[in-house]
Each structure stands twice: as C-alpha cells, then as structure tokens.
C-alpha cells in the first residue's frame, strides 16, 4: 500500500511537488499509509490538480473524466428492445355484405381485436409465458408473480392501425420490449400466434380473419439507449463541472489575495 | 473554515510540529485520523493563506516543521470563540428542554 500511496502522490502537480514533495513522502512513510490513506491521497492529487491546473486543463480534464464516468454507468443500465408484428385484419366477403357499412365493420372487427387482446393478455396465458421462458428471473425472485406479469402487460403494446371510420380495413402491430433481443422476438411471435390461434377458437359475433403480415422483428437497436450518447452527456456535464471548479477557483483566490 | 484547517491549527497552537507530528497530535486531541492527502490539502491552503509557515528543513531530514504565524493565531482565537458561543448556547439550550 505504501508503493500505490507513492504513485499517488506523484500525480500532485509538479509545482506542488517541487514545493511539499519531499516531506510530503516523508510523511507516507513514516504514517504506514493503508488502502483509505491510498485513497485519501489521490483524492487529493485530483483535487490540487483540479484547483491549480489552468483553465483550459481543468475543464478538459473534467470534461474526460464526465464522459469516462458516464460511459462506465452505462453498462450499470440494461438496454430494452422491441420486436412488433403486424396482423392484418379482414372481414369474410359474407360478412362484409352484411354489415351496415365500412365504418360499422370496422368497429365489429376492432370489438373482436379488443376481446382478442383481453384473452392473450389474460393473467393466466402471461404467467404461463413467463414461467415457460424464464422471464424476469431477478424479478421473480424480488415480487409476487402477479405483480411480474403486471409489469409484463405494461410491456406488450396492442396498437390498431387505421381509423375507426375510414374505409381502409385495418391491421394491428402487437409488441413487446425487454433486454433480450431474442426474447423479445420470439415472446413477440408467441403473441402473434396467440391472436391468430385465438381469434380460431373463439366464436365472434362477427368473424374476423386474422394474418401474419410482418414477422415479429429481431430487433438491431436498443430503444433510446446509446452509450455515446450518454458518454457526450457526461463530456458536458463534466465541462460544467469544471467551470464551476474554475469559478470557486477564482473565488478562492480573491479572498486570499 | 473547514475542519481540517481547524485541526492543523490547533495542533500548532502549542508548538511547532511537522506534517506526522501533526497527525499523532490530531488523533490524540481530537479522535480524528487526517490522511495525508486531507493533511497536507490543508497546510497548503493555511500557507496560502499566511497562517502556517514552513520552517527551515535539515539536511538529514526530510520532515518540515510548521509554526503558527500571528495571524493564524488571530483567525484561531476568533474561530475559537464562535465556536465556545455555539457550544454554551446549545449546552444552555439542552438543559432547558
């Protein structure tokens, strides 16, 4: 530990070093410094280095530590990916004939999605999700499984595409987001099945026909998350960080003066 | 001023001591153990200051004693007696709860 508290001390400013260097060893030496002392004296090496450096040093050497120390904490944080499908929606030629109109038939067939959903999105069908896949396996062990299949359905997004009143015959995307991109797709692709095998067994009012008509997509990106994003977050965090070092800097000196 | 300063101060008050000899003295008055780094952070900014002054070193040893200069006994007396006032007003405070 003496050696480390040494190399520590010699990242003190070399005009500090000149004036306090050689008592300063003095001192390691004869304290038998331990890991706190190690650490003591390079906070501060850092803290001398940052209120004796020039201008332009202290903020540079801010602004590099911001976007180290926020790069490193993004790997603290899990990305999330999303994988959607879409399935088209259709009404039987028959039933087309039938309704009261475009608008009406589309209404009957977002009724049928809507039942569709409550039925994929049950309790009973995402807990057996879950425990199929092994999902949340560090949820699970931190919260009752209802709760981890709550914050699942916050996850799994149903979306109709098209209006209720136009004429075009809509589809609906079925999403879900987590870390894995893997799992993502294929929970993704479970849903999908589910809606279309579903929408078979169920009897409707008014039958509607379900079809693949994306895949559940392998997601590339995760969502929102880029780590040089954050890492330049933190080179201008750092920055005005070191502004603000520079500034009681300054104020330090005119009350000493 | 920070309590470090406070510290370094206090221990010369009774005499000049280099940076160890200030330590051992911290530990023994006050319960607290300054590392190094907080040490000399501190006896560079009472130099800064004018309130400590490096002392000649010998040829054979490295250590630096340090003196009190008489302004750092003026700022040390003044912040000594903020201090007391702080300490009765609370003791006088507690008694009467």
Redesign the interface.
Known sequence: MKRL?RFF?RLYPAS?RDR?G???????D??N?ST??A???????V??RLMTGSFGKTLLICAMAGAMAAFALSFAFQPSYQSEAVISVTLPDNELEKSKGPAAANQAMFDVIETLTQRVLSRNSLTRIVLERGLYPVERTRMPLEDVVEMMRKRISVRIVGSKTSHIIPAFTVGFVYPDRNVAHDVTASLMSSFIDRNVDTPHTTPIRLQALYAASLPLKPMGFNRWWIATGGLFAGLLAGLTIAFVRRLRRQA?V | MTDPTLLVLSSLADGDK???AM?EDIQRFAGVRL???????A??RLE??GWIRGLH?SKD????PYTLTAEGRKHLEAEVAALAQITRTAARRLKTV
């Open positions: 508290t001390a500090w306090y050689d008592e300063f060893e003095a001192v390691v004869q304290a410094p706190r002392d650490a003591d004296v390079l906070k501060g090496a803290t001398m000493t | 280099h940076g160890y330590m590392g190094p780094g907080t040490l000399y952070g006896i560079t800064e200051r070193v040893d490295r250590r630096r």
